[in-house]
């Protein structure tokens, strides 16, 4: 079984300031990990993924994750938020062979103030 | 562009009626598709997965002859929800795995209000 806990529902920052979105999960099995954005009324866009290669994963929009398998990590985060980047992200486990079967954590809404 | 696309993106319907919702993958073909339920401002619960030429599989605490879910193609998966009631209101979400690209997308999203 896997599970995946955001700490934060709700981050707010500064535009220009760094983004931290935090997730732990758990596994049994070695995971593959994603993080999605959500925008209003609208599907999930794949952010990045971390699949057993490299353990810093670069994605999209400057966004960026580590896996830290000794602290069952995978935070995402940003060096300087744009306003653009308000939206609602989630951090997903899968376990390697689950053939894409996500569990999703319960989300964490970025808002960005001027 | 989207490469799993859902329709309708939006439906308004009375209790009692069913809904049907389409998900299509637009260039690949898909056996396995995923079928979520999105509640206000909460996070994805997993329905189903819709598999091509045989019954879905789905999740525990969701009422298979509430939510028929067919897969009647490689780039098709319908989820009707039967005799809809207010409480069924919500965001639902499907996602079909491309094998080739080893990638996993996601539609759009169809918002349904049964008034």
């Known amino acids: 079984a896997q599970s995946v806990t955001q700490l934060g529902s709700h981050v707010s920052v500064s535009e220009g300031a760094l983004v931290l979105l935090r997730c732990n999960y758990s596994?049994?099995?070695?995971?593959?990990l994603f993080w999605y954005v959500q925008y209003p009324n609208q599907g999930l866009q794949l952010l990045l993924k971390y699949t057993s290669a490299a353990t810093l994963v670069k994605g999209i929009n400057g966004f960026e994750a580590e896996f830290k398998k000794s602290e069952t990590s995978f935070h995402l985060t940003k060096p300087s938020a744009h306003m653009s980047d308000a939206a609602e992200y989630f951090c997903?486990?899968?376990?390697?062979?689950?053939?894409?079967?996500?569990?999703f954590g319960g989300g964490t809404r970025l808002m960005v103030k001027p | 562009g989207a490469v799993v696309s859902q329709h309708p993106s939006r439906v308004i319907c009375k209790s009692g009626t069913s809904v049907k919702i389409e998900c299509r993958s637009l260039d690949f073909q898909a056996t396995t598709m995923f079928w979520y339920r999105q509640f206000p401002k909460k996070s994805l619960m997993l329905m189903a997965t819709?598999?091509?030429?045989?019954?879905?599989?789905?999740e525990q605490g969701v009422e298979k002859d509430k939510f028929l879910i067919n897969h009647a193609s490689l780039t098709l998966s319908t989820l009707t929800v039967t005799s809809a009631h207010p409480e069924d209101s919500s965001f639902y979400i499907c996602s079909a795995r491309d094998v080739r690209r080893g990638e996993l997308f996601f539609g759009e999203g169809s918002r349904l209000t049964v008034l």
């Open positions: 997903a486990v899968t376990p390697y062979n689950a053939g894409n079967m996500l569990t």
């Open positions: 596994s049994s099995v070695p995971p593959y």
């Open positions: 819709s598999n091509e030429g045989s019954k879905a599989t789905y």
